[in-house]
């Protein structure tokens, strides 16, 4: 029996048009615009100036408080200004204006494809180096990696839940994730496990990507603690919530209770990856996997994208928008927004762009 949440539930049409598109990486655009506001909690606070020349992971700005995350650059050349610009929400807020020269790297990132397997950091170590790479959830929440590891004082983590179900219809950047770089995944898990100082974790994933359910248990079996659990496809089941109650049958109370008080940490597997770049590659936060999909869509695909880069560019990647096009919707039908207009940027909570 494939495990499921208790109440409630839906079903929409699950319209994976992607799902068979290998990950390709986007070309670096001539400029890109960096919102200070990425993740849930207080922007950033710049520490560049108009002028000033940044490599690919630069910090650009340092977090603005205790729930905030750094944000590092996605490209090399010279800040042409610090001014507002039009986010996915249709809002303009503070954001840093890039032109791009060349793509020179800092030195401390490592870039080679070999897998580190061994994380000898402490759990404090882990959560600095987390923090200091400016890592949030990447399943459209954004918040901050680095506070979820640090629990209010009396809770305790006993688990560690990795949210691989990607219920959003549309959706495949995960997926894909987890077919390409399933070790890499794997050692971020047991890297977050580490942080949260708990032996067990867990991975849920849909019985929609038999492909991922099978790889990664086959792969999960070399690392210690770590559980692939098959679960039924049902919308929202990658809801915190809705995923504790399917993984370990816990219910979180009405708030303000949060999953730590069950004991359990939920974090996305595009973020478990990001945690094996940082710890492991010294890579900071700055490019995500990003899915341009939709039924009129001439080539469905995963980007590999810079942050900053226009949804124009992804957009024309795929083969331009339809003329049937309806609305365009950063993320996914059902918690998505549609976007005032196709030159906002990609930020880390960008998952996905929907040409409806």
């Known amino acids: 029996m494939l495990r499921t949440f208790r109440i409630g539930g839906i079903h929409p049409p699950e319209n994976k048009l992607s799902a068979g598109k290998k990950i390709t990486a986007l070309a670096t655009p001539k400029q890109v615009i960096i919102p200070l506001s990425q993740h849930i909690g207080a922007p950033a606070q710049a520490v560049v100036k ?6 690919v992971g630069t910090l650009l700005a340092k977090a603005g408080g205790f729930v905030s995350a750094n944000i590092h650059s996605s490209v090399s050349g010279k800040v042409n200004k610090i001014d507002n610009a039009l986010d996915a929400s249709g809002y303009k807020r503070p954001a840093i204006y890039i032109d791009v020269e060349g793509d020179e790297w800092e030195e401390t990132i ?5 897998l580190v397997k061994e994380c000898t950091l402490s759990s404090k170590e882990i959560v600095d180096k987390i923090a200091a ?8 929440a954004t918040f901050p990696t680095q506070v979820k590891l640090m629990p209010p004082p009396g809770n305790k983590a006993e688990i560690v839940i990795i949210n691989a179900v990607e219920c959003e219809p549309y959706l495949t ?8 770089k399933a070790d890499e995944v794997l050692v971020g898990v047991s890297i977050l496990m580490k942080a949260a100082k708990v032996t067990k974790g867990y991975i849920g994933i849909e019985n929609n990507k038999p492909d991922a359910i099978k790889l990664m248990t086959e792969k999960a079996a070399q690392y210690p603690g770590i559980e692939v659990v098959p679960l039924q496809v049902k919308y929202p089941q990658g809801g915190e919530k809705q995923l504790i109650d399917a993984v ?22 595009g973020t478990a990856f990001a945690v094996y770049e940082a710890v492991q590659k010294n890579k900071p936060l700055f490019e995500r996997v990003v899915t341009v999909t939709g039924k009129s869509v001439k080539n469905p695909s995963n980007f590999l994208t810079r942050m900053g880069t226009p949804m124009s560019q992804l957009i024309d990647a795929a083969g331009g928008l339809p003329e049937d096009t309806g609305k365009v ?4 039908p059902m918690m ?4 005032v207009n196709t030159e906002v940027p990609i930020c880390k909570g960008s998952s996905g762009v929907l040409i409806m």
Do not use: F
């Open 336 to 339: 998505g927004k549609a976007l």
């Open 248 to 269: 370990i049958g816990r219910q979180v109370p009405a708030p303000p209770a949060i999953p730590i008080n069950v004991g359990a940490v939920v974090q996305n597997v």
């Open 173 to 180: 950047a995960d997926h894909r994730l987890m077919l390409e």
């Open 329 to 332: 919707i950063g993320g996914g």
């Open 133 to 140: 790479s400016g890592i949030v959830g990447l399943g459209g």
């Open 110 to 114: 490592d870039r080679s494809e070999t």
């Open 50 to 55: 108009k002028g000033d020349l940044v490599k």
